[in-house]
T-cell receptor
Framework: SQELEQSPQSLIVQEGKNLTINCTSSKTLYGLYWYKQKYGEGLIFLMMLQKGGEEKSHEKITAKLDEKKQQSSLHITASQPSHAGIYLCGADAIYNQGGKLIFGQGTELSVKP | DAGVTQSPTHLIKTRGQQVTLRCSPKSGHDTVSWYQQALGQGPQFIFQYYEEEERQRGNFPDRFSGHQFPNYSSELNVNALLLGDSALYLC??????????????FGEGSRLTVL
């Protein structure tokens, strides 16, 4: 079965610094999703990537999909305390059939003022 | 516009008991999915309901069952609770089904503790 591995598992950065979170899949990625979660709360959708080489940005967050490497990266520029939380990557488990997402274990981000 | 609402937010049960969790999807959404999230882990897919039928199911035992009502709301039932069932149960809603899951709207979750 497909597995998603996120790295690093946790990250502490100084406010204003840039950071990158990686998500590597054991199988081909068809649909890749990034979500943010505050501790013990629901997930908030950030971005969806479908095609190899695709890159999307929302405010200071950019995500890319490298289909060949079966990997996606999430980059935050000039981090702020509001960026703190748990970032989760998810992927469609079945080709051409949406509905079931497989998630990575999450990356916990802390931003020091 | 109300988002996804779940109830109860917290509950405590003992081993062997049964629990029912409830979810109302975001207005305009007709598809509901349930996920289990253990502490420090990513969510795991339990099942998805569309048109009042279970469309997909994850690797969970039959103790986990669900239902979707004509108004698209949904229930998750867990029988014969085990300590390992302690987790945050997340409900997510979306519109229709297709080749990709698309954007899911999650509720705040129901925190279940089994003693």
């Amino acid at each position: 079965s497909q597995e998603l591995e996120q790295s690093p598992q946790s990250l502490i950065v100084q406010e204003g610094k840039n950071l990158t979170i990686n998500c590597t899949s054991s199988k081909t990625l068809y649909g890749l999703y990034w979500y943010k979660q505050k501790y013990g709360e629901g997930l908030i959708f950030l971005m969806m990537l479908q095609k190899g080489g695709e890159e999307k940005s929302h405010e200071k967050i950019t995500a890319k999909l490298d289909e060949k490497k079966q990997q996606s990266s999430l980059h935050i520029t000039a981090s702020q305390p509001s960026h703190a939380g748990i970032y989760l990557c998810g992927a469609d488990a079945i080709y051409n059939q949406g509905g079931k997402l497989i998630f990575g274990q999450g990356t916990e981000l802390s931003v020091k003022p | 516009d109300a988002g996804v609402t779940q109830s109860p937010t917290h509950l405590i049960k003992t081993r062997g008991q049964q629990v029912t969790l409830r979810c109302s999807p975001k207005s305009g959404h007709d598809t509901v999915s349930w996920y289990q999230q253990a502490l420090g882990q990513g969510p795991q897919f339990i099942f998805q309901y569309y048109e009042e039928e279970e469309r997909q199911r994850g690797n969970f035992p039959d103790r986990f069952s669900g239902h979707q009502f004509p108004n698209y709301s949904s229930e998750l039932n867990v029988n014969a609770l085990l300590l390992g069932d302690s987790a945050l149960y997340l409900c997510a809603s979306s519109s229709g089904t297709g080749a990709f899951t698309g954007e899911l709207f999650f509720g705040e979750g129901s925190r279940l503790t089994v003693l």
